[in-house]
């Protein structure tokens, strides 16, 4: 869908949610204590919601949300992205995205 290709695009982390998903907002925290702030579009509040999480599910998110993006790119959803933090290879791909690095 167009709205997330541009979304993702012209934000470095984008964050597909809804206001009532518990793993969303684990992702949320785990990026705000890695110091990155992702833009969180809540897709519940949103009129094209449902259309969004088709096209999440189309383009192989792992679920419907969170859906995470960095760079563009599509990285997946909570299992993903948790894999990708326990391995050490998150913070690699938030690099260029972080605030405040120790």
Known sequence: MEKIVKL????G??????????????VQILFNELGVH??????D???DGKE??????RMGSGGPVPAVFIGGKLVG?????????????L????????HAMS
Request: charged fraction near 15%.
């Open 45 to 47: 509040h949103d009129p």
């Open 77 to 89: 959803s909570t299992n993903k992205v948790m894999s990708l933090h326990l391995s050490g290879s």
């Open 52 to 57: 969004i999480e088709k096209a999440l599910l």
């Open 91 to 98: 913070i690699p791909l938030l690099r260029p995205y972080l």
């Open 8 to 11: 993702a695009s012209e934000n």
């Open 13 to 26: 982390i984008m964050i597909f949610s809804k206001s009532t998903c518990c793993l969303c907002y684990a």
């Open 38 to 43: 992702p833009f969180v579009h809540e897709i």
